[in-house]
């Protein structure tokens, strides 16, 4: 389970698209932020188990901010996500930058993000 949780988007409308991760039991507090210095701020007072980033957080300079995270917290892993439209790119610099994984915003799932975390999936019993 993770206890802590950041997530950092910067478009405010988007948050709702994170709503999952409130209702998954493997998450126990979560901070929100708008802002890549606020989620630094946070990290570095917190501690977090997991960072999800907007790789467009901080006009831009939010794969800048994940390489700060992460020397920030060297344990600490961070998910970034990204908008479809966003540079072919920016994936494999988020990973160079230290993310664990990239999700498109479409892509996005409380499951997929936890599990690119190493978080295991949750079992559900089947009904046939």
């Known amino acids: 389970?993770?206890?802590m949780l950041i997530?950092?988007?910067?478009?405010?409308?988007?948050?709702?698209?994170?709503?999952?991760?409130?209702?998954?039991?493997?998450?126990?507090?979560?901070?929100?932020?708008?802002?890549?210095?606020e989620a630094l701020t946070l990290a570095t007072s917190y501690h977090p188990?997991?960072?999800?980033?907007?790789?467009?957080?901080?006009?831009?300079?939010?794969?800048?901010?994940?390489?700060?995270?992460?020397?920030?917290?060297?344990?600490i892993d961070i998910v970034v996500t990204m908008g479809d439209r966003c540079p072919a790119d920016v994936a494999s610099r988020a990973m160079e930058s230290g993310a664990v994984g990239v999700l498109t915003r479409k892509s996005f799932s409380a499951?997929?993000?936890?599990?690119?975390?190493?978080?295991?999936?949750i079992t559900r019993p089947r009904y046939d």
């Open 1 to 3: 389970m993770r206890s």
């Open 7 to 37: 997530v950092c988007e910067e478009y405010k409308f988007l948050l709702s698209s994170y709503s999952g991760l409130r209702q998954d039991a493997r998450v126990g507090r979560i901070e929100v932020t708008t802002s890549g210095d």
């Open 49 to 75: 188990d997991l960072v999800v980033f907007d790789a467009t957080a901080g006009y831009g300079f939010g794969l800048a901010t994940v390489r700060r995270l992460r020397d920030a917290n060297p344990g």
């Open 111 to 121: 499951d997929a993000c936890l599990r690119l975390a190493g978080e295991p999936e």
